[in-house]
Each structure stands twice: as structure tokens, then as C-alpha cells.
């Protein structure tokens, strides 16, 4: 059976690969750049960037998935909210919070219903273009900036309070960030390299594997501990399994962007930026 799911007329098209899951695709989105999971309700959420990428335009958008993925709402939060969003990219949830980042601020949302209730300004740290956003089992946040070379920790628990976890050329360009489930260590995308490295508590960065990739942009983990990234321009996905072993488990893709991982059902989430849709993968 083949379903698939256009924005437009909210008709779906999804794909039956497994007992367990139910694959889906979305069409009808603009600029699709990430694309997650709520861990807890199992509900999705897609940012789209909807216009230049760097600009401060509003154009930029949150579209809302049920678990199934039927599209809830197309503009589940936009401009029209309390404050602009422009150019929204990387995504977390914390609790009741969804977090975006937004070229230059950290906003976040209330998760039911799109209401602003968090929108931390990061110029005065250097921000020019936050690229991806991720949190740790404790509930911190950290923000890559691929422009400002640095990586950013937000700690909810503390007020939000704000500080420079790595900055430098060491970095080289940090893009999609994501947190190992089974060591809860930070693992970072060196966009000029292509290569993948763990970020220390301390700020250090030290190579994960021994292998290059094609201007890699997403980065997540399933259950197990196997990581997953994307190579935007190659159209690829890769596999790297906890003993470092590299495998391409998905090629001739449209721009594959930020991916996720929904580590319930066993899909991989892959947004096609350029493609203007979503789509999910089974994982075995």
C-alpha cells in the first residue's frame, strides 16, 4: 500500500514497511531544513526555512505532524505569532518546549500550542547563522553557529544561562550536532572538513572516526547507538556504527538537510530541502 501526504490537500501517501512502523512522506513544505520527533507524544516537527536562508525576512515557518504523520498544521508556528521567525533551521524539544534556532536567536515554543514563551538573543556571544540545535539527557541545549565557529550550551536549569562550550578554527565550521543516547556525549559535524569529532565538557574536540564525507550537514543516533548523517550535496545517507565502520544506507536523494531519528518506531527522518518535502526510512 502506497500513501503519501501533500500539505496542499492534506491527502497521505505513506509506504507499509514493517509491522512496528509506518513510513510516510510529506509534500508541500518550502525549504525544509530539520526534521524531528517528539519522544513523548510521538508527534513531528519540520522547519522550513521558506526564504533566504541568512535574512531576517519572516518568512520562515514550523509545520506540525500527528504520530502518523498527517499534517496538524502546515503553519503551526509562523510570523504571524508574537515575534518574527525567519529563517528557522536545527530543532530540540525539551519537556514542554520546542527550540529553534533562528539565525541569530534561540526561540522557544510551547509545543501544544506555538506560543512563544523563550527567545534568547545570542549576537552578544558572536551568533551570525545558528545552524543546528540538540540537548542532552540533563535537558541542556547546545547551538552550533557554522558562521561564528562556535558551539553555544544553554542550560534551562539555570535560568537559561549562556556560555561558550568551543570556539575556533578547531571546529572548522561546526554544522548538525547531535547527543550519543548511550554516553550522552556531544558529537559535532565539521562542515569544512567534512569530518565527524566529540565535543569534551571541557571544549576539546576529538575525531570520532577516520573517514571524510561530502559536505555533511545532519547528524543523530538510533537507540543503539549507531549514528546516521546526511551529505546534503552527495544526496546520501551513511551509517556509522559504534565500532566506526561507515556504510551508505540511502543515495540519489534531493538535498537530504538536518535528519533525525524517531528511535520508537525505527525511522530515519529525512528532510529534502531543495525537494520541498519529507520523507521517513525505516532503520533495520
Do not use: W
Amino acid at each position: 500500500m502506497t500513501r503519501a501526504t501533500s500539505v496542499g490537500t492534506m491527502a497521505l501517501v505513506c509506504f507499509l514497511l514493517s509491522p512496528a512502523a509506518e513510513a510516510f512522506e510529506v509534500s508541500g513544505l518550502a525549504m525544509p531544513e530539520s526534521f524531528i520527533v517528539d519522544r513523548l507524544r510521538g508527534e513531528y516537527y519540520i522547519s522550513n526555512v521558506a526564504g533566504d536562508p541568512v535574512g531576517k525576512d519572516g518568512h520562515g515557518f514550523i509545520t506540525k505532524l500527528d504520530a502518523t504523520g498527517n499534517v496538524i498544521a502546515r503553519k503551526f508556528i509562523d510570523s504571524t505569532r508574537e515575534a518574527p521567525l525567519h529563517a528557522p533551521k536545527g530543532l530540540a524539544i525539551v519537556g514542554d518546549y520546542l527550540f529553534v534556532a533562528d539565525i541569530d536567536h534561540l526561540k522557544g515554543y510551547e509545543k501544544h500550542s506555538g506560543r512563544l514563551r523563550f527567545d534568547l538573543d545570542l549576537t552578544a556571544y558572536g551568533a551570525v547563522s545558528l545552524t543546528d540545535v540538540t540537548r542532552d539527557a540533563q535537558g541542556n541545549l547546545y547551538v552550533s553557529d557554522r558562521q561564528g565557529n562556535f558551539i553555544a550550551k544553554i542550560e534551562p536549569i539555570r535560568a537559561y544561562a549562556i556560555s561558550i562550550l568551543a570556539r575556533g578554527a578547531q571546529l572548522g565550521r561546526p554544522n548538525g550536532l547531535a547527543v550519543n543516547p548511550k554516553t550522552d556525549r556531544l558529537v559535532m559535524v565539521n562542515g569544512e572538513e567534512g569530518r565527524l569529532y566529540e565535543v569534551a565538557a571541557d571544549g576539546r574536540v576529538n575525531p570520532l572516526v577516520n573517514h571524510t564525507f561530502k559536505d555533511v550537514g545532519g547528524v543523530d543516533f538510533d537507540a543503539a547507538g549507531n549514528l546516521y548523517l546526511s551529505s546534503i550535496t552527495g544526496g546520501t545517507i551513511y551509517k556509522v556504527t559504534e565500532e566506526g565502520a561507515v556504510s551508505v544506507i540511502a543515495e540519489h536523494l534531493v538535498t537530504p538537510a538536518d535528519i533525525g531519528v524517531d528511535r520508537r518506531n525505527h525511522l530515519l527522518l529525512i528532510p529534502s530541502f531543495d525537494g520541498n518535502s519529507v520523507m521517513t526510512l525505516t532503520l533495520p
